[in-house]
């Protein structure tokens, strides 16, 4: 039996909604007709929310909570095929359970989960297949794609803070644009007839005057540049290059750039620790964990490590001889590699790189709140004082 969601009319003609049980839509339309109601619509249950989810593009969250109720199934000792199948008609989004149910099919036909899943096309970060595929290999499935979840649920997290911590200054500075357009538009134009002495007045007082009488008369053509100068930085930034560019250049500025260093280097070690801990091979690992890293600099560094150590040269080693970590980092890598708890060690750094960055954060916002307000006031200044001046001008030339 299936679960119908339906709209109605009743016999007062009242508009009325619920859930009933039938095994085709055709049937629960009877089953209300029966009831002396005028079917207006029937739908398997979640499929209206399944149109407004599809409006809702199927991002990284939707499939680490797959994930993580699918892990929590498979530890609790609930089969794998079992599992599948109830995420293929249980899922919150339906892309999800979509893929889920293509999952089941192959499963069906013999195929391993850890292939299906690659094959899925759930948008997941490559190193969740391999863990999958080593959890397969250890009998351990649910733990390493709770692993995988966890990791996924880190970076999310990261990310998020990330964004979360630019709010306030991005409506900061919006704010203070927003006050600035105005006195150019609204109140500096006010002063116009006194660019007839241009001749005499101050060059700040005649920039400030001159600019405002611009914007007043082609303020529709500035705002128009505003607009497609915003829409051409988006479209922009949706270019892997040029993110990966602006990146490489944020890492290099003097205060934010050991921010998100130290951020790329914790998502790094934290990806290797999970891997690792799944028993990959550490060549593998280190490929893997390598497609973690954001900025391009970085991400080379870590392949020389990588050639390194397949050339035989220990870890530790490897990451000191190319200077991509700090001398305490070098050290637990080391102490990893000889106690045999490499995995342990490198989750042991990733939290430290974690709690390292997020100091830095507080600290780059401590600096940025006050550095957009003394650059709004300094502008909003300028353009107060270019007015003052070429009042007081005009008054001396009219004495």
Do not use: C
């Not at 863990?131 to 290999?137: D, R, S, T, V």
């Not at 306030?168 to 006194?194: C, D, E, H, Q, R």
């Not at 001889?321 to 750094?349: I, K, P, Q």
């Not at 709690?355 to 353009?383: C, D, F, Q, Y």
């Amino acid at each position: 039996m299936r679960r119908f969601a339906y709209q109605a009319i009743n016999t007062e003609g009242r508009p009325i909604e619920g859930v009933l049980r039938a095994p085709s839509d055709r049937a629960a339309a009877r089953q209300l007709e029966r009831r002396g109601l005028t079917v207006v619509t029937v739908d398997e249950e979640g499929v209206a929310k399944g149109r407004l989810a599809r409006q809702r593009s199927l991002g990284h969250a939707d499939v680490m909570l797959a994930l993580q109720e699918l892990s929590t199934m498979l530890l609790s000792g609930v089969a794998i095929a079992e599992s599948v199948q109830s995420q293929s008609l249980s899922s919150a989004h339906p892309r999800v359970r979509e893929a889920f149910a293509v999952i089941s099919r192959e499963l069906q036909r013999g195929q391993a989960f850890s292939t299906a899943l690659v094959g899925s096309g759930l948008p997941m970060p490559t190193y969740v297949g391999q863990l999958a595929k080593a959890g397969e290999m250890t009998g351990e499935l649910g733990r390493a794609l709770a692993d995988a979840a966890a990791q996924m649920d880190y970076e999310h997290r990261l990310r998020a803070e990330m964004r979360n911590a630019m709010i306030y200054p991005a409506v900061l500075v919006a704010a203070g644009a927003l006050a600035v357009s105005i006195m150019f538009v609204f109140v500096v134009p006010k002063f116009a007839t006194l660019l007839k002495r241009a001749d005499d007045l101050p060059f700040l007082a005649w920039a400030v005057l001159g600019t405002g009488v611009w914007f007043r008369s082609h303020f529709v053509l500035a705002l128009g540049g505003l607009a497609a100068v915003i829409g051409g930085a988006v479209v922009a930034f949706r270019n892997p290059g040029v993110r990966e560019r602006a990146l490489e250049g944020a890492a290099r500025l003097p205060i934010i750039g050991p921010w998100i260093v130290e951020s790329d280097t914790a998502r790094w070690a934290k990806v290797l620790a999970a891997l690792l801990g799944n028993r990959v091979p550490l060549l593998r690992a280190l490929e893997l964990a390598r497609g973690g890293v954001a900025i391009p600099s970085r991400r080379a560094h870590f392949d020389e490590v990588a050639r390194a150590v397949r050339g035989g040269s220990g870890l530790a080693d490897a990451l000191e001889d190319h200077e991509v970590m700090t001398a305490t980092a070098y050290n637990l890598v080391r102490v990893g590699e000889r106690s045999g708890r490499l995995a342990a060690m490198l989750g042991s750094l990733a939290k430290l790189y974690e709690e390292s960055g997020r100091s830095r954060m507080k600290r780059v916002l401590i600096l940025m709140e006050p550095a957009a307000i003394l650059v709004i006031g300094s502008v909003i200044g300028t353009i107060i004082l270019g007015v003052i001046l070429a009042i007081t001008s005009a008054n001396d030339l009219a004495i």
